[in-house]
Antibody, heavy 114, light 112 residues
Framework: QVQLKESGPGLVQPSQTLSLTCTVS????????VSWIRQPPGKGLEWMGV???????DYNSAIKSRLSISRDTSKSQVFLKMNSLQTEDTAMYFC????????WGQGVMVTVSS | DVVLTQTPVSLLISLGGQASISCRSS???????????LHWYLQKPGQSPQLLIY???NRFSGIPDRFSGSGSGTDFTLKISRVEPEDLGVYYC?????????FGGGTKLELK
């Protein structure tokens, strides 16, 4: 069955770069797109960006200058990199299959703090 | 950016009752290809969101027919009939017609 799983550091210092990995199974990245979504504690959901099945990307303009999404199809992994982190970037980060956002990972909590 | 306004913010419903959640968009959500990419999700406490309804009115696999979606253009509604304990949580609408894709602010469904 389709599964996605996020991984990465739980704590990042302010001004540093966040690197997260989404490992997928049960689907091919060459025929499926994957999005990243985040949720600050106690708040709503924010779509961050998508990597399309053809490898192209689209980003939320609010964070576009700080965000990069890439992938390694041979390893079935999608990567998120976001630089210049601030405390307001503290959130649960999810990856999800973009088609309807029908399958989500469990999420990884990232805290930005010194 | 498209703003999705969900009302009410919270909803107190008795078991077996009916709930209705509105999602209003600041722009039409009809895509140039004719499809309307408005979806509904439920996020239970401590869990990831789960897809309930896609493209306005289509139930996702395994979703009971107690859940129904309707609407067009800028006004959309999610109805939940015969509310059960597992229906509790926060409901979100999402639009994928316009970039950036945006979520509504959420509606918390609680038991009366």
């Amino acid at each position: 069955q389709v599964q996605l799983k996020e991984s990465g550091p739980g704590l990042v210092q302010p001004s540093q770069t966040l690197s997260l990995t989404c490992t997928v199974s049960g689907l091919s990245l060459t025929s499926n797109s994957v999005s990243w979504i985040r949720q600050p504690p106690g708040k709503g959901l924010e779509w961050m960006g998508v990597i399309w099945s053809n490898g192209g990307t689209d980003y939320n303009s609010a964070i576009k200058s700080r965000l990069s999404i890439s992938r390694d199809t041979s390893k079935s992994q999608v990567f998120l990199k976001m630089n210049s982190l601030q405390t307001e970037d503290t959130a649960m980060y999810f990856c999800a299959r973009t088609s309807g956002f029908d399958y989500w990972g469990q999420g990884v909590m990232v805290t930005v703090s010194s | 950016d498209v703003v999705l306004t969900q009302t009410p913010v919270s909803l107190l419903i008795s078991l077996g009752g009916q709930a209705s959640i509105s999602c209003r968009s600041s722009q039409s959500l009809v895509h140039s290809n004719g499809n309307t990419y408005l979806h509904w999700y439920l996020q239970k406490p401590g869990q990831s969101p789960q897809l309930l309804i896609y493209q306005v009115s289509n139930r996702f696999s395994g979703i009971p027919d107690r859940f129904s979606g309707s609407g067009s253009g800028t006004d959309f509604t999610l109805k939940i009939s015969r509310v059960e304990p597992e229906d509790l949580g926060v409901y979100y609408c999402l639009q994928r017609t316009h970039n950036p894709w945006t979520f509504g602010g959420g509606t918390k469904l609680e038991l009366k």
